[in-house]
Nanobody, 124 residues
Framework: QVQLVESGGGLVQAGGSLRLSCAYSGRTFASYHMGWFRQAPGKEREFVAA????????YYADIVKGRFTISRDNAKNTVYLQMNSLKPEDTAVYYC?????????????????WGQGTQVTVSS
């Protein structure tokens, strides 16, 4: 059984940084592509970033490109989301998820397992 546990959320001022972590347990971590999504109140869940199982390829939503960086450490079974230059509109619950579907990593339906989420609040 795959389990994902996010951590690192919190309250930060606009322009600040946070680093989210997602600890994975279950089958071989490197077999899974990993993604970060977020959901703000009253809005649909949206794609933020994804990384392939080997870490070779990364993908970003246009609204975070250049500010956020996704990475993974397969030896630690962990995926990270470094968030810089945060804006109030980045406020949301952030979720990590795992997928075996290489071709649809920007789409939430491609992901099989999800964490419980961690709240990120950016004050102006």
């Amino acid at each position: 059984q795959v389990q994902l546990v996010e951590s690192g959320g919190g309250l930060v001022q606009a322009g600040g940084s946070l680093r989210l972590s997602c600890a994975y347990s279950g089958r071989t971590f490197a077999s899974y592509h990993m993604g970060w999504f977020r959901q703000a109140p009253g809005k649909e869940r949206e794609f933020v970033a994804a990384v392939t199982g080997s870490g070779t390829y990364t993908y970003y939503a246009d609204i975070v490109k250049g500010r956020f960086t996704i990475s993974r450490d397969n030896a630690k079974n962990t995926v990270y989301l470094q968030m810089n230059s945060l804006k109030p509109e980045d406020t949301a619950v952030y979720y990590c998820a795992s997928s075996t579907n290489t071709y649809r990593l920007r789409n939430a339906v491609a992901y099989d397992y999800w964490g419980q989420g961690t709240q990120v609040t950016v004050s102006s």
